[in-house]
Structures are given as structure tokens and as C-alpha cells.
């Protein structure tokens, strides 16, 4: 079954730890996303792919990294966690060339806590 | 700036009733607006609008967009405590199809 897998679901970390959060999709789509969402506020885009070897940032500032070698996988690499970074990261994605018809898939979501 | 807003943030109602949830939103070159449900962790889509005036209809819940005055209306009929959920809209804008998130609605149902 097509879908979008992210692990791990549950993360605790201590401040200053490197850390990669997973996302995989079968779906075959060019698009991908990375939000990260605190509770009861909005999605903030902070980093997308168009496909392979494309990656680019969102709007909000972050000290994120991705990367895009396969098309299925969209890793998002935290170089030093800080308490500040403490959130759900969601990774979706999306068709290319068609907007977002048929809408955006996301995965389960990654909840990190950094202490 | 892009924005979306939605109102009202918070609902509380009773199972059986219906509900209308707003959604606003004033974008550089429109291109779709999208309708989520979110419940313990990732959204669900529910519906995409294009076209003013065409109501897009799932079971109970149905959505309509009036582009001219830049709103969507999502609306729930005969409300289950299943409906209870965060209800996201979104609106996909620019020349690279990006979107723009609401701050979402809470909707609980009590039994």
C-alpha cells in the first residue's frame, strides 16, 4: 500500500545532540515536504524537494539540513538539538506539475523533545 | 503578505448539531484552496476548491469557496463525537504551488 513512513515517532534528546529525522513515501512523488507544528498552531514550511537533488528552504528559519538522493527518501538532519527546537515534524508530499490536487499525504509525524 | 485565517479557533458543540467553520485568506496568485482534518497526529485531506461556487460534498461534510470575496465555509451536518478534530485549511498560492496554513479550528463534540 502506497504511503509515507517517518521514524521514529517519539524522540528525547539531550541538548547538543545530532539528530536525523526519517521520512520515506512509495508513492512515487517528486514533491516533499518538512513542517514542523507546535501544539495548536499553524504548519510552518520549513523545508521542500521538487525531486532528486533539489532541496530548498521554507519560510521559517531553522537549523535543519536535507537532502534528496533518492526519491523516496527525505531525511532532515538537526546538527546540535537545542530545547528550542521541542515540536512535531511532519514530512508530506505531494505530486509534481499538478499543485496539490488530490492534496498532500503526511506521515505520522515525529514528536522531539530536547532536554 | 500571504496569510489564511480561520475562525472561530475553538467549537464546542453537541452531537447532532451542525457547524460551519470559516476560512479567509488574501494571496498572490491563487491557485487551489484545501480543506484538512487533523486529528492525533498528521492531517487528512478532505477536500481541494479550485472554482468559485462548487460545492464539494463527503457524506456530512461539505465545502464551498467564493473567490471574490477570498473565503471557504466547511460545513458538518449532524455531528458525530468522531468529528472532533482540528480542521485545517490551506491555501495553495504562487508560481510554485506553495502552501499557506491556518492556524486551524478546534472542534469538539460532546455526546
Known amino acids: 500500500e502506497a504511503d509515507i513512513y517517518q521514524t521514529p515517532r517519539y524522540l528525547v534528546i539531550g541538548t547538543g545532540k545530532k539528530i536525523t529525522l526519517e521520512c520515506s513515501q512509495t508513492?512515487?512523488?517528486?514533491?516533499m515536504y518538512w513542517y514542523q507544528q507546535d501544539p495548536g498552531m499553524e504548519l510552518h514550511l520549513i523545508h521542500y524537494?521538487?525531486?532528486?537533488?533539489s532541496t530548498e528552504k521554507g519560510d521559517l528559519s531553522s537549523e535543519s539540513t536535507v537532502s534528496r538522493i533518492r526519491t523516496e527518501h527525505f531525511p532532515l538532519t538537526l546538527e546540535s538539538a537545542r530545547p528550542s527546537h521541542t515540536s512535531q515534524y511532519l514530512c508530506?508530499?505531494?505530486?509534481w506539475g499538478q499543485g496539490a490536487q488530490g492534496g498532500y499525504t503526511f506521515g505520522s509525524g515525529t514528536r522531539l523533545t530536547v532536554v | 503578505e500571504d496569510k489564511v485565517v480561520q475562525s472561530p479557533l475553538s467549537l464546542v458543540v453537541h452531537e447532532g448539531d451542525t457547524v460551519t467553520l470559516n476560512c479567509s485568506y488574501e494571496v498572490t496568485n491563487f491557485r487551489s484552496l484545501l480543506w484538512y482534518k487533523q486529528e492525533k497526529k498528521a492531517p487528512t485531506f478532505l477536500f481541494m476548491l479550485t472554482s468559485s461556487g462548487i460545492e464539494k460534498k463527503s457524506g456530512r461534510l461539505s465545502s464551498i469557496l467564493d473567490k471574490k470575496e477570498l473565503f471557504s465555509i466547511l460545513n458538518i451536518t449532524a455531528t458525530q463525537t468522531g468529528d472532533s478534530a482540528v480542521y485545517l485549511c490551506a491555501v495553495e498560492a504562487g508560481s510554485n504551488y506553495q502552501l499557506i496554513w491556518g492556524a486551524g479550528t478546534k472542534l469538539i463534540i460532546k455526546p
Open positions: 508530506a508530499s505531494s505530486e
Open positions: 508513492m512515487g512523488h517528486d514533491k
Open positions: 524537494s521538487y525531486g532528486v537533488n
